[in-house]
C-alpha cells in the first residue's frame, strides 16, 4: 500500500483542525492537507487572509473550507471557533489538530527589561502556552471519545535549546514541548495521537512580528538558507499521514545552515565580497 493509500485509508473522509492558519506555516499546512483531500476548518485573527485561503483551496483542491475568526487567547473566541468547527464536521468529527498559533515578541534581556517587556512575556505565553492549552482541551475531549485523532503541536528549536533576548520565548516554546509529552502520556490507552514539531530558522513572518523591522527581519535570514513554510508542512502532512497505528513523538527539522539556536553558517554574498 502506497503513503497516499494508508493516508486516505487513515482519515477519510476527515477534517483537520488548523490554528494561525492566514499565513505561514499554518496556510502551508492548510495546503498540503487540502491537496490530501481533507476538508478544513482554518481560525486566525486576519479573516480577510482566511478568506481568500479558504476561496483558493476550495477552487484548487475541491474540499470544503470553513474559515472563522480565533484568537486563542480569548475564551470566548476559541468556544465560537470550537463551535463553528464542529458545526462544519458534523458526524465525523475532528480528525487531525494542528495547534500553530504562537509568536515570539521582542529580544530584550531580563536584566534591562522594562514594563513594555513584561506586557511582551505576558502575549507570549497567553498566546503559545494558554492558547495551546484552550484550544486543546476544547476539542481532545471527542477525540478521545472517538477513539480517533491526532493533535500536531508547533514547537520550536528555541524550547530545546536557549540564547540571549530569547528567554521568555524559549519558555514558552519549553512548554509546548512538555505539554506535548504529559499529554501523550494522559492519551496512553487511546487512540489519539500528539506529534511536537520543533523547526529552527523558517523564513515567514515570524521575524517582523518580533523585531518590527524590515531589515532587521531580513538579517536574520542574510547568508543562509532558511527552510520554508512548506518544509515544515511536508513535516506535519508526513506525520498526520502515517498509519494509525504509528505516533512520531517529536520532530526537530532545521535548515543545513544551521547547527544550533545561535550557530548558523552564513556565506558571503556579492554585497559582501
Same mark, same amino acid.
Given at each position: 500500500m502506497s503513503q497516499t493509500e494508508e493516508f486516505a485509508a487513515d482519515l477519510e473522509g476527515g477534517m483537520a483542525v488548523i490554528t494561525g492558519a492566514s499565513a505561514g506555516i499554518g496556510a502551508a499546512v492548510a495546503a498540503r492537507l487540502a491537496a490530501r483531500g481533507l476538508d478544513l476548518v482554518l481560525g486566525a485573527r486576519r479573516t480577510d487572509r482566511l478568506e481568500s485561503l479558504a476561496a483558493a483551496l476550495t477552487q484548487e483542491h475541491g474540499v470544503g473550507v470553513c474559515a472563522h475568526a480565533l484568537d486563542v487567547r480569548d475564551s470566548v473566541s476559541v468556544e465560537a471557533f470550537a463551535q463553528a468547527a464542529e458545526d462544519f464536521a458534523g458526524d465525523r468529527g475532528v480528525a487531525v489538530l494542528v495547534n500553530n #498559533? +504562537? /509568536?515570539a515578541r521582542g529580544v530584550a534581556r531580563i536584566p534591562s527589561a522594562t514594563a513594555e517587556s513584561e506586557d511582551d512575556w505576558a *502575549?507570549?505565553?497567553? =498566546?503559545?502556552?494558554m492558547g495551546l492549552l484552550r484550544v486543546t482541551r476544547r476539542f481532545v475531549a471527542d477525540m478521545v471519545a472517538r477513539d480517533r485523532g491526532h493533535i500536531v503541536n508547533l514547537g520550536? /528549536? #528555541? +524550547?530545546? *535549546? =536557549?540564547y540571549e533576548g530569547g528567554s521568555v520565548y524559549c519558555a514558552t516554546k519549553a512548554s509546548v514541548r512538555v505539554i506535548t509529552r504529559a499529554l501523550r502520556l494522559e492519551l496512553l490507552g487511546t487512540r489519539v495521537r500528539v506529534t511536537c514539531v520543533n523547526p529552527g530558522l523558517v523564513e515567514t513572518e515570524f521575524s517582523l512580528v518580533r523585531l518590527q523591522d524590515a531589515d532587521q527581519a531580513a538579517g536574520v535570514y542574510a547568508g543562509m538558507t532558511p527552510c520554508t513554510a512548506d518544509d515544515v508542512a511536508r513535516c506535519i502532512q508526513w506525520c498526520v499521514g502515517l498509519p494509525a497505528h504509528m505516533s512520531i513523538e517529536e520532530i526537530q527539522v532545521q535548515p543545513v545552515d544551521q547547527a544550533s539556536a545561535q550557530k548558523v553558517h552564513r556565506r558571503k554574498t556579492d554585497a559582501s565580497t
Open positions: #498559533a +504562537g /509568536l *502575549e507570549m505565553f497567553d =498566546t503559545n502556552v520550536s /528549536l #528555541a +524550547g530545546i *535549546e =536557549t
